[in-house]
């Protein structure tokens, strides 16, 4: 009964740096989301896969940021030439199909600093 | 625009002390809201969805309402362990690629102290 996990949890890059966030959902969870929650903030949306599909990319802030879930399980964040705006914890969720009716269950994020 | 707020933005309470969590929003074609409790460093953990005005949902000292223009969050008796950030969420009618995503508010910080 594993729930959504993220890696790494603590991430530290230099301006300009490339980096990969992963996230691995719950088992048999055919949709997948990722947000970015700044401090003081709620999360803000950012990408909504619906099995290897991105179903709604709308809240990608840029073309910096790319995200893939090529085997429709785990997807991969990555952000290049990144920003110290980018800092933030970039949180992971899951749910069964999508539907409005399925709970969206969280990971425990990774926290990006950009310095 | 679809919006969500929260107030108040902290409350702290005495443990004993029930209160109540605020959560209004101006979207079109609600089709849940969502409540979610976030401690320190974790990610948001589920803790209720609201469907229709009227709707009213429980869990232990937790009570969460829902009217077409607002929500509540009532906590009664709090504890100390129930300190923690609230956060209420929307998720959009569907139509168009708003279907999936969740649209939060800043988020209640409540302390309860002993």
């Known amino acids: 009964g594993a729930g959504v996990s993220q890696t790494p949890s603590n991430k530290v890059t230099e301006k300009g740096k490339y980096v990969e966030l992963r996230c691995d959902p719950i088992s048999g969870h055919t949709a997948l989301y990722w947000y970015r929650q700044s401090l003081g903030q709620g999360p803000e949306f950012l990408i909504y896969f619906q099995g290897t599909g991105a179903a709604d990319d709308s809240g990608l802030p840029n073309d910096r940021f790319f995200a893939v879930r090529p085997e429709g399980s785990v997807s991969t964040l990555k952000i290049q030439r990144t920003e110290r705006g980018d800092s933030a914890v970039y949180l992971c969720?899951?749910?069964?199909?999508?539907?409005?009716?399925?709970?969206?269950?969280f990971g425990p994020g990774t926290r990006l600093t950009v310095l | 625009e679809d919006q969500v707020t929260q107030s108040p933005e902290a409350l702290r309470l005495q443990e004993g002390e029930s209160s109540s969590l605020n959560c209004s929003y101006t979207v079109s074609g609600l089709r849940g809201l969502f409540w979610y409790r976030q401690d320190p460093g974790k990610g948001p953990e589920f803790l209720f969805t609201l469907y229709s005005a009227g709707e009213e949902k429980e869990k232990e000292r937790l009570k969460a309402t829902l009217t077409k223009k607002e929500s509540f969050l009532h906590i009664t008796a709090p504890k100390p362990e129930d300190s923690a950030t609230y956060l209420c969420?929307?998720?959009?009618?569907?139509?168009?690629?708003?279907?999936?995503?969740?649209?939060f508010g800043q988020g209640t910080i409540l302390t309860v102290h002993p």
């Open positions: 969720a899951s749910s069964l199909s999508g539907k409005s009716t399925d709970t969206q269950y």
């Open positions: 969420a929307v998720q959009l009618g569907a139509g168009g690629t708003s279907y999936g995503k969740l649209t």
